[in-house]
């Protein structure tokens, strides 16, 4: 089983699109945060969670991502190995890991954190449309959030372990979508990373941490 370094190497590719590909990890089609092919936080359910401004911070840290199995949080569902039936979808469920020493906002935070909330809700630009999907307009996040990197666990004919799907949110669960599922079981036997830091008003301030080991498993055909 490839660990969560190998799959840092790969990360290292798709966040900043640079160098040439190597025969193990291809280049990213989609190197960019701006482009909606990341699964972030819906604004409508998840109200200040993991926005495009957050995404490119997390890009910026893929440099310094930290095995680290005492503060990393860890995969609770599925279990190692496992066999996941074609249905019902399955839900994948991770710990919250320790990833900021103040587990806690400062007042200051909680105070500028409400005011956030504040101008998303009273105050639009001039056109009258909020930029909120940009990642030019940078994020206010403050939580401990999480990114989810799921890929084949097998190369491809060309010999590259192509990345399936990489959600970004503050949640603690993410059940993908029946076009979603449908990519995960088309590749069959998959290895899923979880990468934990935590935010304070749009960076990153805790982390980023990463068990020792992808979880691996399968989703029958």
Partial sequence: MRGSLALLVGLLAFGCGGGGSSPSKPADAYPSCKNGKYVLD?????????DSGACVEFMKAIPTIQTDASKAPEFVTPLAGALLPSAPIAKFTWSKGTLSMLRR???WNELTHELAFENVAHAAPDSGVADAGSADAGS???????VIVFRAATAGSDGGVAEL????TINLSFTPTDAQWATLQAAGSIEASVYGMHFDTGKIVGG???PPQA????IAQ
């Fill in 208 to 210: 980023v941490f990463t």
């Fill in 105 to 107: 906002p400062s007042f």
């Fill in 42 to 50: 819906d604004p409508t359910s998840t109200p200040g969670g993991f």
């Fill in 215 to 218: 979880r691996a498993f399968t």
């Fill in 140 to 146: 206010s996040l403050t939580s401990d959030a999480y």
């Fill in 165 to 168: 799907l990489r959600v970004m």
